[in-house]
């Protein structure tokens, strides 16, 4: 008979029936498999840490979305961010959905490109595109959103030696009541900025005005400012049919939706303060509809989102190292994930679960990484279970950004799976090794041999 292993005693507040004023009092519970695959196969097969993706979270959630603007507004179109998430498995997930692609750098552009998007369902936004860039999104006939008059310029003059009219729009920034106000990209709505290089493209007559568009934040906690958004887009879109008589066949209202995540400094959760697809449909679908559009004459409704709808559909799988305790006696965990694979632990709390059951002791306790940098704190305060050196931990809701704002930093990237509709598990992103790493370093001849 195994011996039980010693804990020591500690106190722990009781929790009664009735609610507090941040709701319900909550139990912990363990996250011991993901869509029915357990946590310690995957980290035995896979290795810790490990990142994994719900291909049926990913489904699922990308058709609620669709569903909440398309039982709303009559004509819908999504584009996947690369930005948010580029490894190639993703994106084709969304593209298979049927969005088209956003991009917002050269590189981006031909990864989609090579994914297989037509030239005219990709989105080239962002203030850096090279005039290779431009030369290329107009001969593929992409749809380029202009962000400042000096990209403006260069668009016109490339129409001169290509010979090609380019399908353009251009962002716009505004007031929408939220602040800090996003007034870095585009031409602002409120000095106008917009109609002026409204008035310069069509002018020119060297390049097919289609569309508007805005990103007005990022997290975007009310989804009434996109109203605001779009009704200020739809003024700028009748204001052009009643000066040039042209229409525009698109409205763009960008992304910045906000996922389940709990921000830092938010007293309530992200499952009870962030808007749900339905309350951000409602708001841009009302004013667009409530617009001086003629009914057969609406625009397009092009939806960005990244991040609600890959958030969810991610976790990040790691192992305990060990458990110190601080000079004032805070209990730390150490465990083998660290903020060079978790960018977004500097502005959310993760939810942090336990991969195995436990008991039921548990204590306020710090989350650090096994990075050799102070900053490396995954959770600065988590009431979590005892666990000990080899226990597994699951970390919540990830998908975004992480595997594209994560650093090659002490220690070698993981391994990234998807784990199919089916229930099996594919790896679509290979660990780094010591080989592909040093394959771009180069050595002088002269530094080659040491004492």
């Not at 994994?52 to 058709?63: D, K």
């Amino acid at each position: 008979m195994e011996k039980l292993r010693y804990e020591r005693p500690t106190l722990k507040k009781l929790e009664a029936g009735m609610p507090g004023k941040f709701g319900m009092p909550t139990s912990l519970q363990p996250t011991t498999h993901i869509d029915g695959v357990a946590v310690k196969e995957l980290i035995d097969e896979y290795g810790s840490p490990l990142f994994v993706l719900s291909e049926q979270t990913i489904r699922s959630t990308f058709r609620k979305a669709q569903r909440a603007f398309s039982t709303r507004y009559p004509k819908v179109q999504f584009a996947w961010s690369y930005k948010t998430n580029y490894l190639s498995a993703i994106c084709n997930v969304f593209h298979q959905e049927g969005s088209w692609a956003e991009v917002v750098s050269g590189f981006e552009y031909d990864k989609a490109i090579q994914h297989g998007v037509a030239g005219e369902k990709i989105i080239f936004n962002g203030p850096d595109k090279t005039e290779k860039d431009l030369a290329k999104a107009m001969q593929n006939n992409s749809l380029i959103h202009i962000d400042h008059l000096d990209e403006l310029y260069t668009i016109i003059e490339l129409t001169d030696k290509l010979n090609v009219k380019p399908k353009v729009a251009i962002r716009v920034n505004m007031d929408t009541g939220i602040q800090p106000m996003w007034d870095r990209f585009g031409f602002n709505f409120e000095n106008g900025q917009a109609w002026d290089a409204l008035n310069k493209i069509m002018h020119t007559n060297k390049m097919d005005l289609v569309g508007l568009h805005t990103h007005i934040g990022t997290f975007m906690l009310s989804a009434n400012a996109y109203g605001v958004a779009a009704g200020k887009l739809a003024e700028l879109a009748i204001g052009l049919k009643q000066k040039f008589n042209h229409e525009i066949k698109y409205i763009d209202m960008g992304g910045g939706f906000a996922s389940k995540n709990t921000l830092k400094g938010v007293l309530l959760p992200g499952y009870d303060i962030s808007p749900t697809f339905d309350d951000y449909a409602e708001a841009i679908s009302t004013a667009l509809l409530n617009a001086n559009f003629q009914q057969d004459h609406l625009p397009l409704l092009i939806l960005e989102t990244g991040r609600a709808l890959i958030d969810e559909a991610g976790s990040l799988l790691g192992t305990v190292i060990s458990n110190k305790r601080l000079s004032q006696g805070k209990r730390t965990t150490i465990v083998d994930v660290g903020v060079n694979l978790l960018f977004t632990s500097f502005w959310y709390e993760h939810k942090v679960t336990p991969a195995q059951p436990f008991s039921q002791y548990s204590e306020e306790t710090t989350v650090y990484g096994p990075l050799c940098m102070n900053i490396d704190v995954l959770r600065e305060n988590i009431n979590l279970p005892l666990l000990n050196k080899g226990d597994h931990i699951v970390v919540h809701h990830v998908g975004a950004y992480n595997m594209t704002q994560w650093m090659q930093f002490i220690t070698l990237r993981p391994k990234v799976v998807i784990i199919d509709m089916e229930g099996k598990t594919h790896v679509i992103r290979e660990n780094e090794t010591q080989e592909s790493i040093t394959s771009f370093e180069r050595m002088p001849e002269y530094l080659r041999k040491f004492d």
